[in-house]
C-alpha cells in the first residue's frame, strides 16, 4: 500500500540500529514505535511508500525497519497562496497597486506573472508554484532521528561523553536505500551496512549488500530478526524436547514472548529435577520456572507436571551437559524453598491459619480478614440456600477461602491464593467439594479465565465479590480514572460473569442490600442503586466483545432487572428481534408512543373501554393488543422473550393504520383519554421484554 499516487522510482529501505541487550518486555513495543514513527515520518515528508507485509524485525539487540519500496525523492511540491482582489491590486490604469506588487515581491516573481482565479467574492490574483521534490536520502538522517527521538523510552541511558540517550547503548546503524548507504549520524553512530552476527557463535561483522539480503545474510550469522520466525524456532525445539522426555510441553503465551526476546538463535535443552518436589504444589514450581527462569515446564497426558523441563539457550553449545546442570541449579534452590513452606504450613494446618486472619487487617474501616471471612461466609451460606445448594457446605468453604493467605506458601508466591488452600484442604480429608471451592472463589482470576465450575464454587466467588464491592464503595474506594485498589472493577465483571454464565437466577439488587447490611452500620456509604449500575456499567464492554450493539444493551438496561441471568435473556431476545423486518418500525412507533405520553396532561388511564373507539383503527389495533397480550402473558411469565418479541412484531400492520388514521390529541377529552390509555398498553406490552425504542435510529 501506498502513501499516494506517485511515478517516483522506489527502493527497498533498511534501518537497523543496534545496541547493548535491550530489556525483554519494552523490546517489542520499542520496535513497533520505531516501525510505526519511521511509517509516519515518510507519510508526513510526502515521501511516497510501499509497506507491503513489512513488519517491525528485533533480538535483544538490535530494532529495525525493513519496507519494500520507498520512493527516491519527494513527489513534486504543489503551492497556491491567494493574493489580492483585482479591485485592490490594480488601479484605475490597470497598473499594480502597492498591495499587489507587495504580494508578487514575497513571491519571487514579476506582478504580470502571477496568475488569476475567481470565488465567490470575486476576480484575484494567485501564485501557483511547482518545486522539484527532495531526495529521499537526504531526508533520511533527520527522519530517523526523529523517529528515535519519539519512541516511549521511561529512562533512557546516556554513556560516553556525547548527550545522547536511548534504551541503551547504541552500537551500530544499517541505513540502506536500495544498495546505497545513506550517509548519517544517529545516537553518535555513523550509518554503514555493516550489521553484527550472534554474539557468541558468529562475532563478526554482517556485510549487508541490500535491504532484501538482510533477513538471510543474518540468518547466516546466527541471528533470526524476524521474531516470529524465531518464535516459531522456539516452539519447535520446546515441543521436540518434551517429547524426549515422554510429554507436553507447557508453552504459556507470556512466557514464549519474553524467551522469544531474550534469545537471536533459540537452542532448547531438556533438563530434569528430583522427583521428592513434585509433592508440592505443582502450581509454585511452575511459577518458579515460568517467571523466575523462564522455562517451559513439561506434563504429563493429564495435565500434571513431570520433573522434566526445558530451558532454551541463546546458543547451540559444544557442551550441553554443563548448560544443563546449570539450569538444574538454579532452579533447585526456589524449589527447596516451596518444598519447605508447603511441609511447614501442613504441620501448622487450615485451623491455625484461619485464626491467624484476626491478626490481619484487611482495610482500616472494614475490620480485618477474619471480619471479611465472617462476613463472606454469611452471603455464601444465604446464597446457597437461594439456590438449593448445600448450605452447611457453602459456609465451610467461604471460612477456609481465605485461611491460605497466612501460609508460609502463598507469602512466597502470592499467586497461589486459593490454589494454595485448596491444597492443603484435600490434604486434611475436607470434603473435595470445600477444597476445590476454596481455590474456584477467585474464579476468574483475569479476563478470560473461566469462572468457577462447581456449585460450591460459584457461590463462595459471588459471596466473595458481593462483600469486596459492597465494602469497597462503604469504604469510599470506588475507582477514579485507572486507580482501583481493591480491584473493584475486576470483581464487579466476575461476579456478574458467574451468574450469567453459570445459568444462577439471583435477585441482585437484594444481595446487595444483603451485602450492605453485614457491614454494619459502615454499609449505610453503599448504595444498592449505585453498585448495580457499577456492575450493569462492566457489562457494557462485555456483550460489546460479543458482538452485541450498545442500543440493544441499552435497550435492555433501561428496564434494570434484578436478574442478571434475565438480562442476558433479554439481550439474546432483542437480538432476534432486531434482525425482523418490523423492528424499526415498531421501535420508531414505541418511541412515538412514548413521546405522546410524556406530554399528556395528568395520569393515563390504566383500562381502555372499547365502547369510547370512533374509528375503525383504533378498534383494530385494540382488539389486536387485547389479542397480543392475552398471547404473551405465559411466554412473558416463563421468560421467553424470543416468543413474545415476535408475537409483538405481528402488531406492526395496525399501528401503522392507527397513526396513518387516527389523530389522537383530538378535542374530545373522554376519547383522547382512551386513546393515550391504549396507546400506553401497547406501549407497555412493547416495552415488556426491552426499551425497544432505543433500537430507533
Not at 425 to 451: H, S, T, W
Request: hydrophobic share 45%; with cysteine; glycine share 8%.
Amino acid at each position: 500500500m501506498s502513501n499516494g499516487t506517485t511515478t517516483t522510482h522506489m527502493e527497498p529501505l533498511l534501518i537497523e540500529l543496534g545496541t547493548e541487550e535491550l530489556p525483554v518486555k519494552a523490546l517489542p513495543g520499542l520496535a513497533q514505535a520505531l516501525f510505526d514513527n519511521v511509517i509516519d515520518g515518510l507519510a508526513r515528508r510526502g515521501i511516497a511508500f510501499d509497506r507491503g507485509e513489512a513488519k517491525p524485525l528485533y533480538t535483544p539487540r538490535r530494532i529495525a525497519v525493513l519496507l519494500p519500496g520507498v520512493a527516491v525523492e519527494q513527489d513534486e511540491q504543489r503551492s497556491e497562496v491567494l493574493g489580492p482582489y483585482l479591485n485592490v491590486a490594480l488601479d484605475a490604469d490597470g497598473q499594480a497597486t502597492r498591495a499587489l506588487q507587495g504580494f508578487a515581491q514575497k513571491a519571487g516573481v514579476e506582478w504580470t506573472a502571477l496568475e488569476r482565479t475567481s470565488d465567490a467574492k470575486g476576480e484575484r490574483f494567485v501564485h501557483r508554484a511547482v518545486k522539484p521534490g527532495a531526495k529521499t536520502a537526504s531526508l533520511l538522517q533527520d527522519l530517523v532521528r526523529e523517529a528515535i527521538a519519539a519512541m516511549p523510552i521511561p529512562k533512557p541511558m546516556r554513556w560516553g561523553a556525547h548527550e545522547h540517550a536511548f534504551a541503551r547503548p547504541a552500537h551500530w546503524l544499517v541505513l540502506l536505500l536500495g544498495n546505497t548507504v545513506v550517509e548519517g549520524d544517529v545516537l553518535g553512530v555513523r550509518a554503514g551496512r555493516n550489521s553484527r552476527g550472534h554474539r557468541f557463535m558468529h562475532d563478526k561483522q554482517v556485510w549487508i549488500n541490500a535491504p532484501a539480503d538482510y533477513v538471510d545474510a543474518l540468518r547466516g550469522a546466527k541471528v533470526l530478526a524476524d521474531p516470529d520466525e524465531r518464535r516459531a524456532m522456539i516452539v519447535r525445539e520446546v515441543e521436540a524436547a518434551a517429547a524426549q522426555a515422554g510429554g507436553v510441553a507447557r508453552i504459556a503465551d507470556d512466557n514464549l514472548a519474553q524467551v522469544e526476546c531474550l534469545v537471536e538463535w533459540p537452542s532448547a535443552i531438556l533438563c530434569g529435577f528430583e522427583a521428592d518436589f513434585l509433592a508440592v504444589p505443582q502450581e509454585a514450581l511452575i511459577a518458579t520456572m515460568e517467571d523466575n527462569q523462564k522455562f517451559f515446564p513439561v506434563l504429563d497426558a493429564q495435565g500434571k507436571l513431570t520433573s522434566a523441563f526445558v530451558g532454551i539457550a541463546n546458543i547451540v553449545s559444544k557442551d550441553a551437559a554443563e548448560v544443563r546442570k546449570g539450569y538444574e541449579r538454579v532452579i533447585r534452590p526456589r524449589f527447596a524453598d516451596a518444598k519447605f513452606f508447603f511441609v511447614e504450613d501442613m504441620k501448622q494446618g487450615l485451623a491455625s491459619m484461619q485464626a491467624g486472619l484476626a491478626n490481619v487487617t484487611y482495610q482500616a474501616k472494614l475490620g480485618t480478614l477474619a471480619d471479611k471471612v465472617h462476613r463472606v461466609a454469611g452471603l455464601a451460606e444465604s446464597i446457597a440456600r437461594e439456590l438449593g445448594f448445600d448450605p452447611a457446605l457453602a459456609r465451610r468453604a467461604a471460612e477456609l477461602s481465605k485461611a491460605d493467605l497466612q501460609s508460609r506458601l502463598v507469602n512466597e508466591f502470592p499467586e497461589l491464593q486459593g490454589i494454595a488452600g485448596r491444597y492443603y484442604a484435600a490434604v486434611e480429608l475436607a470434603p473435595v467439594e470445600v477444597a476445590n471451592a476454596i481455590d474456584e472463589a477467585y474464579m476468574p482470576r483475569f479476563a478470560g479465565d473461566d469462572v468457577a465450575p462447581s456449585q460450591l464454587g460459584q457461590v463462595v466467588a459471588i459471596a466473595e465479590r458481593l462483600d469486596t464491592l459492597a465494602g469497597g464503595f462503604a469504604a469510599g474506594l470506588k475507582p477514579t480514572g485507572n486507580k482501583d485498589a481493591f480491584a473493584l472493577r475486576r470483581n464487579a465483571l466476575g461476579l456478574a460473569r458467574t451468574i450469567i454464565e453459570r445459568d444462577l437466577d439471583l435477585d441482585l439488587p437484594r444481595l446487595l442490600d444483603t451485602a450492605r447490611t453485614t457491614l454494619g452500620a459502615v454499609g449505610a456509604n453503599a448504595s444498592s442503586e449505585e453498585l448495580y449500575d457499577f456492575i450493569i456499567d462492566r457489562l457494557r464492554a462485555y456483550y460489546a466483545d460479543k458482538g452485541v450493539p450498545p442500543q440493544q444493551f441499552e435497550a435492555v438496561a433501561a428496564l434494570r432487572p434484578a436478574s442478571l441471568l434475565d438480562f442476558d435473556r433479554r439481550i439474546a431476545a432483542i437480538g432476534t428481534f432486531a434482525t425482523l423486518p418490523e423492528a424499526e418500525a415498531l421501535a420508531a412507533a414505541n418511541k412515538r408512543i412514548r413521546n405522546i405520553l410524556k406530554k399528556a396532561e395528568g395520569d393515563v388511564a390504566a383500562t381502555v373501554d372499547a365502547a369510547r373507539f370512533t374509528e375503525g383503527a383504533e378498534r383494530d389495533l385494540g382488539d389486536a393488543v387485547d389479542a397480543a397480550v392475552g398471547e404473551t402473558d405465559a411466554s412473558l411469565k416463563s421468560r421467553d422473550y424470543v416468543a413474545v418479541l415476535g408475537r409483538l412484531a405481528r402488531l406492526r400492520p395496525q399501528v401503522d393504520a392507527f397513526f396513518d388514521q387516527v389523530m389522537v390529541n383530538v378535542d374530545d377529552a373522554a376519547v383522547r383519554n382512551n386513546r393515550l390509555a391504549l396507546l400506553k398498553r401497547l406501549a407497555d406490552r412493547l416495552g415488556s421484554v426491552a426499551a425497544i425504542e432505543h433500537l430507533s435510529t
